[in-house]
């Protein structure tokens, strides 16, 4: 049996679905199309890529995260500095390091673009701040003038990890049919940044309007990361301090989102143990921990779960869904 699988975005608590991705692969179940938004980005498209879960745990455990924390020295100077970097990149730190770790071990499995995968095999989230919308890549990039074939998996992840005033957005130029006559220079270009801000759980991406044939129905399961970061408030001394609490709180405040009746059916909960999104220097325990979660947490939900009761609930769904 095969699913379509949709991971949630949280920072560093993706290190739990990658334990989700091991309990899947345990139970023989593939994967046939996967999505996902920020770090559930990032595990959806190395899945895409081929990689087995034995592998992403090799890789996430190989991987100081911390790392992906860069910026130039002239950036460094104690308060001015990072706010200095505000100003100028948009953000505190640069996700170039990011872009290029992932883009590295999707190129070990041979795919550079989304021409490298089967059509719709991969879909990724994010969010374009100049325009007010949602973008669901490859197929919404052609919107700025961009071939979805040959888009970068690489920089569909970027984006969708782009934290914000954490990671720099990514800009790209309009093109020519975007631009109004005599626009300012900055009005030329297009901010886009993380896909949480907009659909952190995309469980509505391989819904169709039109209930497919039982017999040809492919199950969606979304992994969903629940539970706030640590109790510990947030120390604020400061502008940049002040930054961190405030899209800390917003990204954890997606995890108690609540899951509408409807859905629980097709959602495994992965609880996160109190860690952050943007809690770069994980412990080897802390790391331990997240993966062996989203491992219990898989199991248990596949313990209790049927096909045939899937297709009934399913059914359902799309049927109360079509008369609201």
Same mark, same amino acid.
């Given at each position: 049996m095969k699913i379509n699988a949709v991971f949630e975005g949280g920072g560093v608590k993706g290190i739990a679905l990658v334990g989700a991705v091991s309990a899947v692969e345990q139970l023989g179940i593939g994967f046939h199309q996967v999505a996902g938004t920020s770090s559930g980005a990032i595990v959806a498209s190395l899945v895409a890529s081929g990689y087995r879960a034995e592998e992403l745990r090799e890789v996430l455990e190989a991987t100081p995260f911390h790392t992906f924390l860069q910026r130039a020295p002239v950036f460094d100077t104690k308060v001015i500095g990072p706010l200095l970097r505000l100003f100028v990149k948009k953000g505190l730190y640069s996700g170039e390091a990011l872009e290029h770790w992932i883009y590295r071990l999707l190129l070990a499995k041979g795919i550079r673009t989304f021409g490298d995968l089967a059509k719709d095999q991969l879909r990724i989230i994010a969010s374009d701040i100049s325009g007010r919308k949602l973008l669901v890549l490859p197929d919404d990039i052609a919107q700025y003038g961009i071939d979805p074939h040959r888009f970068l998996v690489a920089k569909a992840v970027r984006m969708s990890t782009s934290i914000p005033y954490f990671f720099d957005p990514v800009i790209i130029r309009k093109p020519a049919h975007l631009k109004q006559a005599g626009s300012k220079f900055p009005d030329q270009? %297009?901010?886009? %940044? *993380?896909?949480g801000l907009l659909s952190n759980f995309p469980l509505w991406l391989f819904d169709s309007s039109v209930m497919p044939p039982l017999d040809q129905l492919v199950p969606t399961i979304g992994f969903q990361l629940v539970g706030r970061g640590n109790s510990n408030p947030n120390v604020i001394n400061g502008p940049v301090s002040m930054l961190h609490a405030l899209f800390s709180t917003m990204l954890d405040a997606h995890d108690e989102r609540y899951i509408q009746e409807p859905n629980r059916f097709r959602t495994v909960k992965i609880p996160t143990l109190g860690i952050s999104n943007t809690h770069f220097d994980l412990t080897q325990e802390q790391s331990v921990g997240l993966y062996e979660s989203g491992q219990t947490a898989t199991n248990a /939900? /596949?313990? =209790?779960? =049927?096909?045939? *009761?899937?297709k009934q609930k399913y059914l359902t769904y799309v049927t109360q869904r079509s008369n609201v």
């Open positions: 270009f %297009v901010y886009i %940044v *993380d896909g /939900f /596949f313990a =209790k779960w =049927k096909l045939t *009761d899937y």
